[in-house]
């Protein structure tokens, strides 16, 4: 087990570039989700996905934004035509699929910063 | 929809005095309730969880947490500070069926010599 790993750690890029961060989860986890970090705010969801299917999307996820996970294991996250607003700690966590064991364990993050 | 409030979004402790960091849910179903620790650039570290049962639960590090219904709180208390506890500590609840969590604003614990 070796933990949530989130690729890169760091990620600065002009505004209107895309950027693509990756999620590897702990291998025996279903569950995968992301969350947004902005300074001095806790967490906020994203997305989830059960396995491959992308089950929930918070209305934070504007249409320039998107996740997959297309075999069921590793997922990315893209935003198109970064803005500064976009500027944050992106957050991946994942977890079993059984209701009493649903504790998310967290990556170390992936934070950009759009200049 | 749940909610959570953190009360303070800094405490300031000594070395080996009390810490109390405050949380109150809201919630209309049963709560699922978390205390994650973040370090500075790192993601985040579950200390402790409260499910079901017993409503006085014990994480690591010396952490503890009760759940009380009738006040919606889950504050979170380690009787001796550490200097290594300074971190920032984020409050959660979920409930069954409902997969994101919904954190706090968080509260950064300081702890001095």
């Known amino acids: 087990d070796t933990g949530v790993s989130q690729d890169p750690r760091h990620k600065i890029t002009k505004r209107g570039q895309n950027v693509t961060f990756r999620c590897d989860p702990i291998?025996?986890?279903?569950?995968l989700y992301w969350y947004r970090q902005t300074l001095g705010q806790g967490p906020e969801f994203l997305t989830y996905?059960?396995?491959?299917?992308?089950?929930?999307k918070s209305r934070l996820l504007s249409d320039r934004f998107s996740a997959e996970r297309p075999k069921g294991s590793f997922s990315t996250l893209e935003i198109q035509r970064t803005e500064q607003g976009d500027s944050a700690m992106y957050l991946c966590?994942?977890?079993?699929?059984?209701?009493?064991?649903?504790?998310?364990?967290f990556g170390a993050g992936t934070r950009l910063s759009v200049l | 929809a749940q909610s959570v409030t953190q009360l303070g979004s800094h405490v300031s402790v000594s070395e080996g005095a009390l810490v109390l960091l405050r949380c109150n849910y809201s919630?209309?179903?049963?709560?699922?309730l978390f205390w994650y620790v973040q370090y500075p650039n790192q993601g985040l570290q579950l200390l402790l969880k409260?499910?079901?049962?017993?409503?006085l639960v014990k994480g690591i590090n010396g952490f503890e947490a009760e759940f009380k219904k009738s006040e919606t709180s889950f504050h979170l208390t380690k009787p001796s500070a550490h200097m290594s506890d300074a971190a920032e500590y984020f409050c959660?609840?979920?409930?069954?069926?409902?997969?994101?969590?919904?954190f706090g604003t968080g509260t950064r614990l300081l702890v001095s010599p």
């Open positions: 996905f059960q396995n491959e299917a992308q089950l929930e």
């Open positions: 409260y499910t079901t049962g017993a409503t």
């Open positions: 291998s025996e986890h279903n569950r």
């Open positions: 919630s209309s179903v049963p709560p699922y």
């Open positions: 966590a994942s977890s079993p699929d059984t209701g009493m064991k649903n504790i998310q364990y």
């Open positions: 959660a609840v979920s409930v069954l069926g409902f997969q994101k969590l919904v």
